[in-house]
């Protein structure tokens, strides 16, 4: 909804699955949003060009990916890209506990999201499906305080 509000800015969304990017910016594409998913089958010289041209106003993003991969990584942590950032949105955001021990560790590091991200850039976690122990956990390992969160 936001991206209705702020066309000229870019939400990075961080999926769970790589089928579930490419529908969901496959969707935001049919709503007329420019949309790309990335990670480890797309990233490409092609794909990295794109975005550092900002010719996409959503990313759908693996953990993996955002986290591990140097070069996107540079690229997201850019001024110029920074600048029109909306946030970072943390999709099935449970994933962060109950996968991120052994299935996904990767998502026991998105926390460190906020390591290369001015203090502006929102990060949010959103899940249908948490417990109030699952919703604790991942406050805890996102390092959310009580009063920052909002929860419906």
Not at 7 to 12: D, S
Not at 35 to 46: F, I, K, M, P, R
Not at 98 to 121: C, E, H, K, M, T
Not at 124 to 151: C, G, W
Request: proline letters at 7%; glycine letters at 4%.
């Amino acid at each position: 909804m936001p991206l209705l509000l702020h066309k000229e800015h870019i939400p990075v969304i961080i999926s769970p699955l790589k089928g579930l990017e490419e529908e969901q910016a496959a969707q935001f594409r049919q709503w007329g949003i420019q949309s790309a998913d990335v990670n480890e089958d797309t990233y490409d010289e092609h794909l990295h060009k794109e975005l550092n041209e900002q010719k996409y106003n959503a990313i759908f993003a693996s953990p993996e990916i955002v986290i591990k991969n140097p070069r996107l990584k540079g690229l997201l942590c850019s001024p110029a890209f920074q600048r029109r950032m909306l946030g970072y949105i943390i999709n099935e955001a449970h994933c962060i506990s109950q996968w991120g021990r052994d299935f996904r560790p990767a998502y026991s590091q998105v926390d460190q999201l906020r390591s290369f991200l001015p203090l502006n850039i929102p990060v949010y976690a959103t899940s249908a499906t948490m417990t109030p122990n699952v919703l604790a956990d991942v406050r805890s390992k996102l390092h959310i305080e009580f009063e920052d969160q909002v929860v419906n």
